[in-house]
């Protein structure tokens, strides 16, 4: 399995490429940041990082991207900014047919360090001992995506499994319709009169033809 992880952001947008299955050694196959200058248009700042992206896509051709989840801050410029640069990653992966798993923070701490409230130090030495690196990944956008990856290959086994899970039990206790019969008449035993039929030569008047 072959994921790209995005660590969404308009000024820097960390991404990492992770090779391997759960159970087995993993091997990073790249790592960087896409940066964009943080007094350019907005606009101009969303195409540098689709750009960017569309890029690692070519070189690396993942069958999975991974990207973290946006979720509340209390500086709303900044998780605008998270947000936005979330919904390119989204659209350029999905343009392709990549699937597209997103994972919060939360989930990725537990995932590589064990606990959910790692920090930033802790989930980069968790991914430099896990990839078999010299050094931990900087900035740390990267080493977060390089750890997005690593969640999404360890998770998606599981999510596999609940997700066929779920969908059997659907099937299950789904109401299956049955045809409509409709109710043939009953036959009565009684016999409908039928009308006479005129006779098309009428018998003569018998009071014609009578001679006083």
């Not at 209390?74 to 992966?93: E, K």
């Amino acid at each position: 399995m072959r994921v790209l992880g995005v660590d969404p952001g308009l000024t820097r947008c960390g991404v990492g490429v992770v090779e391997g299955v759960a159970g087995r050694p993993l091997t990073m196959l790249g790592v960087g940041v896409v940066r964009t200058p943080a007094d350019a248009d907005l606009g101009h700042r969303l195409v540098a990082v689709e750009q960017g992206l569309e890029q690692w896509l070519d070189e690396y051709r993942p069958e999975f991207v991974a990207v973290e989840r946006v979720f509340s801050q209390h500086n709303v410029r900044t998780v605008m900014g998270t947000a936005q640069a979330s919904a390119v990653a989204l659209l350029c992966a999905s343009r392709r047919g990549i699937p597209v798993a997103l994972h919060t923070p939360s989930e990725v701490k537990a995932a590589v360090t064990g606990s959910g409230r790692s920090d930033k130090a802790q989930v980069g030495a968790m991914v430099t001992r896990l990839l078999r690196l010299d050094a931990p990944p900087k900035p740390a956008d990267a080493a977060d995506a390089l750890a997005l990856a690593i969640c999404h290959i360890w998770r998606a086994p599981a999510q596999n499994r609940l997700q066929q899970a779920a969908a059997l039990h659907a099937s299950r206790t789904a109401p299956r319709a049955t045809p409509a019969r409709t109710a043939a008449p009953k036959a009565s035993g009684r016999r409908t009169p039928t009308a006479p039929i005129p006779s098309s030569n009428p018998s003569p008047n018998p009071s014609k033809g009578r001679t006083a």
